[in-house]
């Protein structure tokens, strides 16, 4: 790696609208980013933090100046990069062949363009105009330097989402940015995916010296990253800044009251250990999982089981088969070998076996929380979400109305009552993929990574609401990598090691 | 999904495929060119004579393609799955004078036209292909890369569609009796399409932020070949091409449809 020229930041009342909104995204913006230096930017949902990303990396046109069809919306103020305006740096960056800024986002799967590593990686520097003789020895060295070794011709479908991540960053590398932009970049990782993705984001700017931007929701990790932490406020620009711990003492507070993870001020829910050991909900025998159906075994061996009043929690690395295993007690993946087995408690159907049952039988039995809540959502409004179930179990129109109104309330979401569940924020989404669960009051709930990439309200509501259903006497299984929540609501651990499984 | 999984490029280095067989490794392009002629040619008539030639010249052709015969069942399949209704379809609904011709002649015709289909797609991977269309036809490179790119996306929404099926049955929709099955799957589709743009949105911001979309001129990482090996490919496809015209008009079957 070879150090770049950093680049200095220089928002003046920056704002911006995008084309079909009303509402500012972002407005009167003031910030100063010294050459090198390195800021994580706080703040609520709807501050525009993601908004001054985009802008900073170039890819906001506004319609002053520009032909119409090129504008994405409306700009005020200034947004410059070593004095010159973002999008015009990223033009001219383009026949430097060396970008100014460099952004990596969330989503490791939608950030891969090719098919092949090393393509994927040339990509930036083709469209850069680099010469063909320059390209390999850059994607070579980038490749080199994210750790990633399987060569030029590696498929990037193999990849794990750590690894996406590491040949986005790869990608991004190459162009040898002097800015780089990073929004939320660990937040899908396992944590020790996203250590090591932090890690190797370190001794990238460490050796390049660039100067850096960063967006995240769990600070404590990228604290010693920063040289400085700004606050965002929506509609309000940066409201606070300074070090880290001088932001943390002086709004530490507030901060934690809008959900971040602020260090030492992690979210303390008060919960009873389940005590009293009810009867056997469901129960697995020897059970072995293929996570699809022409996948090779995840896990093997399993048998244990969840009963009334019980919270179950399956660890271990990523690819032991947490989810597998998960999705099997669930009744959605049949056994590759042993059996899933309802007990009495469960009051099952003809069979005790949930992978046969009908999804009515099975949805007021068994309910299954998914990693990702887009994927459970069925119906166009967040009421009507709530009452697919209900009504699948034939319940009245009057008895499940009572139900949605209930579950809306309890989980904070009547206000969006009649919005569409795609439309809303990943804490919100996740509240009501929980709630549609609910709703038909299942004996056994089976969560996938529920706490995955929350923030710290949405986080201690669902812990709360978590402890609540194992005090009515519900069963829970959740695959988990967060050891908080382990410490809060576990009341058995099921360690999944990578290959062979065992119980303790 | 296996369709899905060779439009990832995972084909490429699939099982029962020697990418270094004399056809597989030619430029695409050329073998392109090859299938598109010989669909052209074949399309002009339907006679026994000329699908059979090509198809039997083809087959002859098929140890240089690189394709084991287990690749090429699985990949071939849907072959029969056309041929063999519309040989039966037209043998016994067409007006012809010769139904057992005829039904033969559509059926040969599905083969003869569809087995360069399926040799192409097997053997070559589609970022060849792009840089090829690109760099040597001189097709746009924002519209050949950009559906690269989302034919990259294939590969995850195949992914998506299951995680999809299991979620929806996990909140008790779908299973019941075929009306609701369609709409299970109306719905299941709907959902992909949403989640498909939302990655194809993100997606489109990566490819931006690296310098994608402007009408500047960019470089090729890998440069796309012609070669002497090509031409002869593509001359080879129209000996194949004349032969059986020429074998069909010398039986006397050779005969045009004109609409």
């Given at each position: 790696m070879e150090s770049v020229a950093p680049v200095r930041i220089t928002a003046r009342g920056w704002g911006w609208r995008h084309a079909s909104r009303a509402a500012w995204a972002v407005r009167g913006l003031d910030l100063d980013v010294a050459p090198g230096e390195r800021v994580l930017l706080l703040g609520p949902s709807g501050s525009g933090k993601s908004t001054l990303l985009a802008g900073l990396a170039g890819l906001l046109t506004s319609s002053a100046g520009r032909s119409a069809q090129d504008a994405t919306g409306e700009d005020e103020g200034e947004l410059l990069l070593d004095g010159v305006p973002a999008d015009r740096a990223r033009l001219a960056a383009l026949d430097a062949g060396q970008a100014r800024a460099g952004l990596l986002l969330q989503d490791p799967t939608a950030q891969t363009v090719l098919a092949r590593c090393g393509d994927d990686v040339a990509f930036g520097l083709e469209?850069?105009?680099?010469?063909?003789?320059?390209?390999?020895?850059?994607?070579?060295?980038?490749?080199?330097?994210?750790?990633?070794?399987?060569?030029?011709?590696?498929?990037t479908h193999r990849l794990s989402g750590g690894e996406r991540q590491r040949l986005a960053l790869a990608g991004v590398l190459a162009l040898r940015p002097g800015l780089w932009l990073l929004d939320e970049p660990t937040s899908m990782l396992d944590p020790d995916g996203a250590a090591r993705l932090r890690s190797t984001i370190a001794d990238v700017l460490a050796e390049t010296g660039a100067t850096c931007v960063v967006v995240e929701h769990r600070v404590e990790a990228w604290a010693e990253l920063v040289d400085r932490v700004a606050v965002l406020e929506p509609g309000g620009g940066v409201v606070e800044q300074g070090s880290p711990s001088g932001v943390f003492a002086a709004a530490g507070e507030r901060l934690a009251a809008h959900g971040v993870w602020v260090p030492g001020r992690h979210p303390r829910v008060s919960t009873r250990a389940g005590s009293t050991a009810g009867p056997s909900l469901l129960e697995a025998r020897d059970l072995?999982?293929?996570?699809?159906?022409?996948?090779?075994?995840?896990?093997?061996?399993?048998?244990?089981?969840?009963?009334?009043?019980?919270?179950?929690?399956?660890?271990?690395?990523?690819?032991?088969?947490?989810?597998?295993l998960a999705l099997a007690l669930g009744g959605l993946i049949p056994p590759a070998q042993g059996r899933v087995v309802a007990g009495p408690g469960l009051e099952p159907p003809d069979g005790a076996e949930p992978h046969r049952w009908r999804p009515r039988e099975l949805v007021s039995r068994i309910g299954t929380v998914f990693q990702e809540p887009q994927h459970q959502f069925v119906a166009a409004t967040?009421?009507?979400?709530?009452?697919?179930?209900?009504?699948?179990?034939?319940?009245?129109?009057?008895?499940?109305?009572?139900?949605?109104?209930?579950?809306?309330?309890?989980?904070?979401?009547?206000?969006?009552?009649?919005?569409?569940?795609?439309?809303?924020?990943?804490?919100?989404?996740?509240?009501?993929?929980?709630?549609?669960?609910?709703?038909?009051?299942?004996?056994?709930?089976?969560?996938?990574?529920?706490?995955?990439?929350?923030?710290?309200?949405?986080?201690?509501?669902?812990?709360?609401?978590?402890?609540?259903?194992?005090?009515?006497?519900?069963?829970?299984?959740?695959?988990?990598?967060?050891?908080w929540l382990l410490e809060h609501l576990a009341d058995r651990v099921v360690v999944l090691p990578a290959g062979d499984p065992g119980t303790s | 999904m296996s369709a899905l999984g060779a439009l990832d490029g995972s084909g490429r280095a699939g099982n029962g495929i020697d990418p270094t067989a004399p056809l597989a490794r030619a430029n695409p392009?050329?073998?392109?060119?090859?299938?598109?002629?010989?669909?052209?040619?074949?399309?002009?008539?339907?006679?026994?004579?000329?699908?059979?030639?090509?198809?039997?010249?083809?087959?002859?052709?098929?140890?240089?393609?690189?394709?084991?015969?287990?690749?090429?069942?699985?990949?071939?399949?849907?072959?029969?799955?056309?041929a063999v209704p519309a040989a039966v379809a037209t043998a016994v609904l067409g007006d012809s004078d010769a139904p057992v011709t005829s039904g033969l002649a559509i059926g040969l015709r599905v083969f003869a036209i569809g087995l360069p289909g399926v040799v192409l797609l097997a053997t070559t991977d589609p970022t060849d292909l792009a840089d090829a269309l690109a760099q040597k036809a001189r097709l746009p490179s924002r519209f050949v890369l950009a559906a690269l790119a989302s034919m990259r996306l294939f590969g995850v929404l195949a992914e998506e569609w299951a995680a999809l099926t299991m979620a929806r049955r996990a909140r008790g929709v779908g299973g019941g009796g075929p009306i609701e099955r369609v709409r299970d799957w109306g719905g299941r589709l709907f959902a992909l399409l949403v989640l498909a743009i939302r990655r194809g949105a993100v997606l489109a911001t990566t490819m931006e932020s690296?310098?994608?979309?402007?009408?500047?001129?960019?470089?090729?990482?890998?440069?796309?070949?012609?070669?002497?090996?090509?031409?002869?490919?593509?001359?080879?496809?129209?000996?194949?091409?004349?032969?059986?015209v020429g074998a069909a008009m010398a039986a006397g079957t050779w005969d045009i449809v004109i609409a």
């Amino acid at each position: 790696m070879e150090s770049v020229a950093p680049v200095r930041i220089t928002a003046r009342g920056w704002g911006w609208r995008h084309a079909s909104r009303a509402a500012w995204a972002v407005r009167g913006l003031d910030l100063d980013v010294a050459p090198g230096e390195r800021v994580l930017l706080l703040g609520p949902s709807g501050s525009g933090k993601s908004t001054l990303l985009a802008g900073l990396a170039g890819l906001l046109t506004s319609s002053a100046g520009r032909s119409a069809q090129d504008a994405t919306g409306e700009d005020e103020g200034e947004l410059l990069l070593d004095g010159v305006p973002a999008d015009r740096a990223r033009l001219a960056a383009l026949d430097a062949g060396q970008a100014r800024a460099g952004l990596l986002l969330q989503d490791p799967t939608a950030q891969t363009v090719l098919a092949r590593c090393g393509d994927d990686v040339a990509f930036g520097l083709e469209n850069h105009a680099v010469a063909r003789h320059e390209i390999w020895p850059r994607v070579t060295r980038a490749l080199d330097a994210v750790g990633l070794r399987y060569g030029l011709e590696h498929p990037t479908h193999r990849l794990s989402g750590g690894e996406r991540q590491r040949l986005a960053l790869a990608g991004v590398l190459a162009l040898r940015p002097g800015l780089w932009l990073l929004d939320e970049p660990t937040s899908m990782l396992d944590p020790d995916g996203a250590a090591r993705l932090r890690s190797t984001i370190a001794d990238v700017l460490a050796e390049t010296g660039a100067t850096c931007v960063v967006v995240e929701h769990r600070v404590e990790a990228w604290a010693e990253l920063v040289d400085r932490v700004a606050v965002l406020e929506p509609g309000g620009g940066v409201v606070e800044q300074g070090s880290p711990s001088g932001v943390f003492a002086a709004a530490g507070e507030r901060l934690a009251a809008h959900g971040v993870w602020v260090p030492g001020r992690h979210p303390r829910v008060s919960t009873r250990a389940g005590s009293t050991a009810g009867p056997s909900l469901l129960e697995a025998r020897d059970l072995a999982v293929r996570p699809a159906r022409s996948a090779p075994v995840a896990v093997r061996g399993i048998t244990t089981g969840v009963r009334a009043g019980e919270v179950v929690c399956l660890v271990g690395p990523n690819g032991s088969g947490k989810s597998s295993l998960a999705l099997a007690l669930g009744g959605l993946i049949p056994p590759a070998q042993g059996r899933v087995v309802a007990g009495p408690g469960l009051e099952p159907p003809d069979g005790a076996e949930p992978h046969r049952w009908r999804p009515r039988e099975l949805v007021s039995r068994i309910g299954t929380v998914f990693q990702e809540p887009q994927h459970q959502f069925v119906a166009a409004t967040c009421a009507e979400e709530l009452a697919v179930g209900p009504r699948r179990v034939g319940l009245t129109p009057g008895e499940t109305e009572t139900r949605v109104a209930d579950l809306l309330a309890r989980l904070g979401l009547t206000r969006l009552a009649r919005a569409n569940p795609f439309t809303l924020s990943g804490g919100e989404q996740r509240r009501l993929s929980v709630a549609t669960v609910l709703a038909t009051r299942p004996r056994v709930l089976i969560l996938d990574e529920p706490t995955f990439g929350q923030d710290a309200l949405t986080w201690a509501a669902l812990v709360r609401l978590l402890d609540e259903l194992r005090a009515q006497g519900a069963g829970l299984v959740m695959a988990t990598h967060d050891q908080w929540l382990l410490e809060h609501l576990a009341d058995r651990v099921v360690v999944l090691p990578a290959g062979d499984p065992g119980t303790s | 999904m296996s369709a899905l999984g060779a439009l990832d490029g995972s084909g490429r280095a699939g099982n029962g495929i020697d990418p270094t067989a004399p056809l597989a490794r030619a430029n695409p392009l050329a073998k392109l060119a090859v299938s598109l002629t010989i669909s052209m040619a074949l399309v002009l008539s339907v006679d026994v004579v000329s699908a059979g030639v090509a198809l039997g010249l083809e087959l002859l052709a098929l140890p240089w393609c690189g394709l084991a015969p287990r690749a090429l069942a699985r990949r071939g399949w849907i072959l029969v799955v056309a041929a063999v209704p519309a040989a039966v379809a037209t043998a016994v609904l067409g007006d012809s004078d010769a139904p057992v011709t005829s039904g033969l002649a559509i059926g040969l015709r599905v083969f003869a036209i569809g087995l360069p289909g399926v040799v192409l797609l097997a053997t070559t991977d589609p970022t060849d292909l792009a840089d090829a269309l690109a760099q040597k036809a001189r097709l746009p490179s924002r519209f050949v890369l950009a559906a690269l790119a989302s034919m990259r996306l294939f590969g995850v929404l195949a992914e998506e569609w299951a995680a999809l099926t299991m979620a929806r049955r996990a909140r008790g929709v779908g299973g019941g009796g075929p009306i609701e099955r369609v709409r299970d799957w109306g719905g299941r589709l709907f959902a992909l399409l949403v989640l498909a743009i939302r990655r194809g949105a993100v997606l489109a911001t990566t490819m931006e932020s690296r310098g994608f979309g402007t009408s500047r001129p960019r470089t090729w990482a890998r440069e796309s070949r012609l070669g002497v090996g090509d031409l002869l490919i593509v001359l080879g496809g129209l000996a194949l091409v004349a032969v059986a015209v020429g074998a069909a008009m010398a039986a006397g079957t050779w005969d045009i449809v004109i609409a």
